[in-house]
């Protein structure tokens, strides 16, 4: 019973952030008579591009759809396959392909851009100079020396041709508008996709900065160091600031985040008759230390006794992989929770709202005040599970998970309470 | 300003679970005719004893007040000082004590119990073959061996002959009131001072458990694993458990907890108009990663618009300590705290209710949205300093320090932030 209304106000959530849609209805009602140029990029471009071609294909003259490999483009524009994580030979001609196009709108045009997560390892194009191999190793260094996304992105925006507001540099002066899907908690605009149409907040030295602090400046390729030294004496033109007149012609339209699956879920919930509290749409850090948090606000709604009750937090933990396990994110998040939980007299549910988590086919998985419980009964030992990783063996063996397939959009996780 | 409204809040909640008030007013209206036994043990036992003092010292015939070492007892009864964290002999001799207490109280008299925090070391007998240093070597290694509190307390109340409800026993068939000051998250009776007048859920098989998980058999003095085993064979008695008759004598008050400071606090900011709200008083996790849940709760208000607005938490988070600087809990929490919420348009305060946070003459430390920029103008890396556990000098040379002098009480920690 409760897991199919956590279920139902789960699959509520994700329709509230479809991207097709969003965008569709978006530009049902925008007003642009001259011509369109439209570029897709991200894990939602085939649909954000639905969207668009069912809004209005017969204005947009040429298009560009830039998806991960595989995936099915459901529109007859060109298309082109990317790579993600890491970016490949596909990502390299899907950004030569999006600088051609920006350099070809010119006054008077529309460059229509529809950007969801991924989009920046799904088109790159490095500095003349830096090799895609640079890159991919510069990528993996930073990962493993522990710098934060602000720090990678200081770096992999002064190596790029297309991130951090370079793209917009190029299409001055079309009037560019950008209808975003975020997958970044906050809904940084410099960060989704490495915010290609938007200002960068770093600089060359901030990038350099960032690799002696990391102690990384020996040890990447030279040509990286002396490009990002060249930019710092001024031989390479910055990245564009926030105060260039550049921005007067470029508009970002956030049409799907973390907050508004939070809120669809909030308003279904309360027509149904449940109150529903909406703590954050802003969850990071460790997921195993994050759901002591969450744990403890329902443990003390419990001991208030303020149910029927929906707890809704949205956002992105880690986990940092020790053992050796399948799991991702919000099945490690419902394990830890689960610990935290036994004998409270909830249902829970932590999930990704791409249907996907981590390397497997479940999207999280369910949890209550019993579940540990259950798991020790049938010689499964939760904290073991735990300490390897292995969230999803642990849930599949009790029937636990949470399968609902790609959904077709991505706003990060959810987790939902109900407090009966 | 945004300040002294904090650290006025901070006090309001203090003043809310001072021991000394709570227990003379419970006392004052308790009934009892017959005589009464005291027994005040904790770090807040010298208030608790003046409390009870001052309600009712004429009908107190035998009283025990056992006190972390240098701590001043404020009435003329019976002093022990044992220390803490780690027991000492001064413990085993305030454990005795207390042994001879309970076991003269017999039917008909009230013996009457003023627990408080780290009760559990300031009062131990180890069972009989069992040593201080056995105990002492116990403790050691399982806090290296990554054991939980829980975990801990399996083993060492199956080690000790005044843990886990033993106390309890010897007293039997003897009336015990226990007064409780908490500072525990979750407020658990059986883990505030070890229960030594509580049911133990544990058992002699759980705690040689405790030692395999966590690989400590063969590390122990075998005197100690001879002694679980010999429990678990039914060759010593097992702590009571919670279907024993003898629960029907005993009687747990908690007068004062981290929730009842949170509740002052909010009661005093709607009297000045300001809207409060208390997530949980059940904050645990590792502080760095905790912050930034509560971080993104405090972004989500600001974005919402609903200042001026106070929000609650409490609890205790842990600080596993890498670094080499000074620092505590509280002061951790804040850093990291800062880190997180640079630009945010509010201020906030974190600190130990106790007054003292980690080895530090600081509670906590103020934060609010400048504290990055303004430390950075000064030269100071906020990274580098959580890197290094350093976090009460980086507060030292901001000037952003709160230290309040040791209150009198102690319900662990309260976070608040203040939204104009």
Redesign the interface.
Same mark, same amino acid.
């Given at each position: 019973m409760d897991r199919e209304l956590l279920a139902w106000l789960y699959w509520k959530g994700v329709e509230g952030v479809m991207p097709r849609p969003l965008v569709r209805d978006f530009l049902s009602g925008f007003e642009w008579d001259g011509p369109v140029k439209l570029l897709a990029v991200g894990k939602g471009a085939g649909s954000m591009a639905q969207g668009a071609w069912e809004a209005c294909r017969e204005r947009v003259g040429e298009a560009l759809v830039v998806l991960p490999p595989g995936m099915e483009c459901p529109v007859p524009w060109r298309k082109v396959e990317g790579s993600h994580p890491i970016p490949s030979e596909g990502s390299l001609e899907a950004g030569e392909a999006a600088l051609g196009l920006a350099r070809e709108a010119g006054e008077g045009d529309l460059l229509l851009v529809l950007l969801s997560g991924g989009a920046s390892a799904l088109l790159e194009v490095p500095w003349p100079g830096i090799t895609l191999e640079d890159l991919m190793d510069v990528n993996r260094q930073l990962i493993k020396s522990g710098a934060t996304i602000r720090e990678m992105n200081a770096v992999r925006k002064h190596l790029s041709r297309v991130k951090g507001g370079r793209l917009a540099q190029v299409a001055w002066p079309a009037q560019v508008v950008v209808l975003v899907l975020s997958d970044v908690? $906050?809904d940084f605009l410099d960060v989704i996709g490495s915010g290609p149409f938007y200002p960068d907040p770093t600089t060359f030295a901030g990038a350099l900065e960032v690799l002696e602090?990391r102690g990384l400046l020996s040890f990447l390729p030279l040509r990286v160091v002396d490009h990002l030294r060249r930019g710092m004496a001024g031989e390479i033109p910055e990245t564009p600031k926030g105060d260039e007149p550049l921005w007067w012609r470029v508009q970002h339209n956030i049409l799907g985040n973390n907050?508004k699956a939070l809120e669809s879920m909030a308003l279904m919930a309360r027509e149904e008759g449940i109150k529903a509290i909406?703590?954050?749409?802003?969850?990071? $850090? %460790?997921a195993? %230390? *994050?759901?002591? *948090?969450?744990?403890? *606000?329902a443990? %003390?709604e419990a001991h208030c006794g303020r149910g029927p009750l929906l707890l809704l937090w949205g956002?992105e933990p880690t986990v940092t992989v020790k053992g050796k396990g399948q799991g991702g994110r919000a099945q490690e998040m419902a394990l830890a929770l689960a610990l935290e939980l036994e004998g409270w007299p909830g249902s829970f549910l932590v999930a990704g709202t791409d249907g996907i988590d981590g390397m497997t086919p479940a999207a999280g998985a369910f949890g209550d005040g019993t579940t540990v419980e259950r798991a020790r009964k049938k010689g499964l030992d939760p904290?073991d599970y735990l300490d390897d990783n292995d969230s999803h063996s642990f849930f599949e063996a009790l029937g636990d998970l949470f399968i609902p397939g790609p959904t077709g959009t991505n706003v990060m996780d959810v987790a939902l309470f109900y407090l009966p």
């Open positions: 908690v $906050g602090r907050r909406i703590y954050t749409s802003r969850v990071k $850090g %460790e195993r %230390e *994050v759901a002591q *948090v969450l744990a403890g *606000v443990w %003390e956002g904290l």
